[in-house]
């Protein structure tokens, strides 16, 4: 019998979209494959993602280098089922029914990759245990 249950969607919020948003969608990308939508978007793009974050993540088997930061829409917002900010402020819409995480971690701007990898690591264990949650609930 197929699984006629909805594909769950993520999106991940930060300002520039060059770094923690950009690592976990990578994450939850690589670690769910298909069973999870992922998007990420920033309230103010940088033009390119963090070349420490690109580094960092290499670090990990996973290649963000193609990354282009996204601007944050209403409608991204609107279609993801769970929205996790990542010191986005209140620029991030808010919408009824939609679940919001606020992940507070620090902002790998502006810093080597020696900085990035403990943020990278926490990003990425907070992923997993988002992934085990929302693979349950689903």
């Not at 594909?7 to 990308?29: D, E, I, K």
């Amino acid at each position: 019998m197929p699984d006629l249950a909805p594909t769950p969607s993520v999106l991940f919020v930060c300002v520039h979209n060059a770094g923690r948003s950009q690592m976990a969608a990578a994450f939850l990308t690589h670690l769910a494959g298909d069973h999870v939508q992922v998007r990420s978007a920033g309230s103010a793009p940088a033009d390119t993602v963090n070349p420490a974050v690109v580094a960092a993540m290499a670090e990990s088997g996973i290649d963000i280098s193609a990354e282009i930061p996204k601007v944050l829409t209403v409608e991204a917002v609107q279609s993801s089922d769970v929205v996790i900010t990542m010191g986005c402020g209140d620029t991030c819409p808010v919408f009824p029914g939609k679940r919001y995480l606020d992940w507070q971690l620090p902002d790998p701007a502006g810093q080597g990759v020696e900085a990035v990898r403990p943020i990278r690591d926490e990003i990425e264990r907070r992923v997993r245990n988002l992934l085990t949650e929302i693979t349950q609930t689903t």
